[in-house]
Structure formats: structure tokens, C-alpha cells
């Protein structure tokens, strides 16, 4: 079955953002451990938690496309269904 572009665009994201989270995270420790361990652990923790924040965002497009597409399926039954009551009547 093949994807449309909207989910290949969405899956190429959620993958390279969990990348920069896990490459980022040890920039970000190692770019602030000059100014101690518990405070490049606190500002690496916070990069964490922003990064993972985008990610659910992104995976909330994903989630509703799929929702819209679940809808339109449900509304052409409907349809369908209204239209035979209606030709009966």
C-alpha cells in the first residue's frame, strides 16, 4: 500500500527528530560540561523535554490526518446509507 506524501513527510520527521534528540542531547551535555555536571545535566534535560514536546506535536498531525481520513470514510457510509433510505421512501 503506498503512503501519501503528507505520511511519508510526517514519518521522515518523527525519525529525524528523534535523531537530533539523541544526537543533540550529547552536543548538549558536552557543549555545557565545562560549566559542571548538574548544570549541562539540568540544560540537557530541558533540550529533552522541548524536543520530545515537537514530537508529540508532530505525531498530533499524524493522529489527525488519520482521524480526517476515518471521518471521510465514515461520512461516504453515511451517505450511502441515506441514500438508500431516501430512494425506499
Known sequence: MQKEKFDRIISFL???SWAIVIFGALIIFQLFSFLGFSLALFI???F???SLFLI?????FSVNRQRLEEAKKQTALLEKIYSKDTKQI
Do not use: F, K, S, Y
Request: proline content about 0%; overall charge negative; aromatic content about 0%.
Open 56 to 60: 508529540l506535536t508532530l505525531d498530533a
Open 48 to 50: 529533552v523535554v522541548i
Open 44 to 46: 540537557t534535560i530541558t
Open 14 to 16: 518523527l525519525g529525524a
